[in-house]
């Protein structure tokens, strides 16, 4: 394992003039869907929907963004899972490590990686035109470190973990969207039985196999075959990606507590996306 990891390829696969073209036009794409297809479906939803008009209109804008980000979340799952399935270094994390035979890199990961910072860097520039909830700051902070993460371990040829942190922090996202769909339409407990699906997903597989699949062994691997400059900016960045996730988690178990002693989710973890609802209620 050291010479595989003495010897392997750090080459960037950056490409400015294939990459940044790619990535414009990608993100011209989100936001294309995103203000026509995905808005007049959530349009339609809402007006066929038994919510009152006064409701409709306090939760139109958060319906949307959820509608979006459940579209976004559900393809990149299933994209990243239909592929990875088949890769034979996926439950071997010291491999995450090292790179492709002979440094061929398939053609689905690259694509990959081209979707997912598109998306995040339209993300950012998103969220400055949504209703701004208590943790825009985190959401900012995660967004950025995510593409970070990205850009650098495309630059530095890690893109095997990459592809894995993008696959472990997509997979509960289509759930909790989904909850909060489902809150908005007011199916209380449906969104009750998404948000457990949701909780346990999000545990699982951030704060779990996450940090024991890939966190931690790539300090113990760094410090056991070499530290080289690249992997300690790698590392740094998945420890502070493992303390957003820790601090989300935090907030879910409370509300997981909450569900418990309640019987039902009265919010969710992003709380001001609640207040427009329970203030029609207090309306009527």
Same mark, same amino acid.
């Given at each position: ?10 080459d960037?696969?950056?490409?400015l ?11 011209i794409?989100?936001t ?8 007049n ?40 899972l ?14 995450y490590?090292l790179t ?12 990959h990686?081209y ?35 990205i850009?650098?371990s495309?630059?530095?040829n890690?893109?095997?973990y990459?592809?894995?942190?993008m ?8 759930f ?7 809150f908005?339409?007011?199916?209380q ?9 949701? &909780?346990?997903? !999000?545990?699982t597989?951030r704060? =779990?196999?996450?940090p +024991? %699949?890939?966190?931690?062994?790539? *300090?113990y @691997?760094?410090f056991t075959?070499?530290i080289?400059w ?6 740094? &960045?998945l420890? !502070?990606?493992?303390v957003?996730n =820790?601090?989300?988690? +935090? %907030?879910?178990?409370?509300?997981? *507590?909450? @569900? ?19 203030s029609?209620?207090k309306?009527?």
């Open positions: 394992m050291k010479k595989e990891w003495n010897t392997r390829n750090f960037s696969n950056v490409c003039p294939i990459d940044i073209p790619i990535i414009l036009i990608l993100i794409l989100y294309i869907v995103r203000s026509t297809l995905i808005k479906i959530a349009e339609n939803l809402l007006r066929k929907s038994s919510l009152s008009n006064a409701d409709k209109q306090k939760v139109s804008q958060k319906f949307f963004g959820s509608l979006y980000r459940l579209a976004i979340y559900f393809t990149f799952a299933l994209f990243g239909s592929y990875m399935c088949g890769q034979d270094w996926i439950f071997k994390c010291f491999e490590t492709w035979k002979n440094n061929v890199i398939p053609t689905v990961v690259f694509a990686y979707i997912e910072v598109s998306y995040y860097i339209a993300s950012i520039i998103f969220l400055f035109y949504e209703p701004r909830m208590s943790d825009f700051y985190q959401m900012l902070s995660h967004h950025i470190c995510t593409i970070i993460l850009v650098f495309y630059h530095n890690f893109l095997r990459g592809v894995s942190i696959i472990l922090h997509d997979l509960s996202d289509p909790m969207e989904l909850a909060k769909l489902c908005y339409l007011k199916y407990k449906i969104a009750d039985l998404l948000f457990t699906v949701f &909780a346990s997903v !999000f545990i597989t704060c =779990l196999v996450y +024991f %699949f890939v966190v931690f062994p790539a *300090i @691997f760094a075959f070499g080289k690249q992997f300690v900016v790698q590392i740094t &960045a420890i !502070f990606l493992l957003l =820790l601090t989300w988690s +935090f %907030f879910i178990i409370k509300m997981v *507590i909450s @569900f418990v002693k309640k019987g039902k989710v009265k919010g969710d973890i992003r709380a001001d996306e609640i207040s427009d609802i329970n029609t209620k309306d009527k």
